[in-house]
């Protein structure tokens, strides 16, 4: 995403939502306080409580099992992993930087734009849960990619990261500066690609810290750590949801949440990123960005972590996917107003027909 605009954009919805990157937003209620004024399309009213009250919610099948399982085969085709041979998951290669090898040993799949990755972000029910969480129709999906971690070993072992002492830590962090007087709001979310068991690592993350936040605030120090949580996990346990494949889980930015390592001893941990912001659509550059790189297959630039694959970009394997009306609107190639914010007629006609 460009980072040189910094106004901040207000998103097209009855709430007041305002961002300048797209990733966190200022509101006037925090989504843990906020009142619902839309009827709830997919979470029950004790889903929406404990999202609230613990800042995480688990959705049963979002996407159909048979659907999760179709992405888990290409996530393994697109590296060129046996899922029958584990010695295939550890094979050398060259690294491009130092972050490039972090990104193997946690797992990340750069593939942001195959018609199984769109298929997911336009589904109705995934799109309706994120309506529920915002209370906010017009959104946008986030540009991201896959996860495919094997156990944490040999060269995809943790232990070649140098530890650090301040900052972001895999194991459990916030989205968000938690520091700030009024902490922005961000939404994250995951789609599980196959069952996942303890051993198997995975999502991760502290809910009675959420819950009871305001109050383990006020005693800390001025100049505690912004990102990374420094709580006694006695008083604040962290717990590992468990998910079965196609399940949808979406988490607040101010979760202190993680991955854990996986140490079983063949399974992986395998999941879709995904998740959904209220749409920006006053901010040029940045959806001129995001059509571009659905219609180029180029690498999305809203995060600096994204890096393409090294072996064979996905443009060089596949075109363009395909949007139905409402992946038009989540990319932000339709506007949801009705408006055309970009092309002619006939041009919206040819790429529904790509």
């Not at 959104?139 to 070993?153: A, E, F, M, Y």
Request: charged content about 25%; overall charge negative; aromatic content about 10%.
């Amino acid at each position: 995403m460009p980072t040189s605009d910094r106004y901040l954009h207000r998103a097209p919805s009855d709430i007041p939502y305002f961002s300048s990157d797209g990733e966190t937003y200022l509101a006037q209620t925090p989504l843990r306080d906020l009142q619902k004024s839309r009827k709830l399309r997919v979470l029950s009213e004790e889903d929406f409580d404990f999202w609230q009250t613990y800042g995480y919610v688990i959705v049963k099948e979002a996407v159909p099992t048979s659907v999760a399982e179709r992405l888990l085969e290409f996530t393994w085709d697109f590296q060129g992993l046996d899922p029958a041979r584990p010695d295939s998951w550890y094979s050398d290669r060259l690294f491009r930087s130092d972050l490039d090898r972090e990104l193997h040993i946690y797992g990340f799949v750069e593939a942001y734009h195959h018609q199984l990755i769109w298929d997911n972000r336009q589904a109705q029910r995934v799109y309706d849960a994120f309506v529920d969480v915002w209370d906010c129709e017009e959104l946008w999906v986030t540009l991201d990619r896959l996860n495919l971690n094997p156990p944490n070993i040999k060269n995809r072992d943790r232990a070649l990261i140098a530890p650090t002492d301040k900052g972001f830590d895999i194991e459990l962090h916030w989205d968000v500066d938690s520091t700030l007087s009024v902490p922005p709001q961000r939404v994250q979310g995951i789609i599980a690609l196959n069952d996942t068991k303890p051993e198997q690592g995975g999502f991760q993350c502290s809910p009675e810290l959420f819950r009871q936040f305001d109050r383990w605030k006020a005693v800390q120090p001025s100049d505690r750590d912004p990102i990374r949580p420094e709580a006694d996990r006695a008083e604040f346990p962290v717990v590992r949801p468990e998910l079965k494949a196609g399940d949808l889980l979406i988490w607040n930015g101010l979760l202190a949440h993680g991955v854990a390592r996986n140490t079983s001893e063949n399974g992986v941990r395998a999941v879709q990123y995904l998740s959904m912001m209220p749409a920006l659509e006053s901010h040029h550059e940045m959806r001129r960005s995001r059509v571009d790189s659905w219609r180029h297959l180029s690498t999305p630039d809203w995060n600096q972590t994204l890096v393409g694959d090294a072996t064979k970009h996905e443009s060089l394997r596949y075109g363009t996917p395909t949007l139905n009306d409402l992946g038009a609107k989540l990319l932000g190639l339709e506007s949801w107003s009705g408006q055309e914010l970009e092309r002619s007629t006939g041009e919206l006609a040819c790429t529904k027909s790509v």
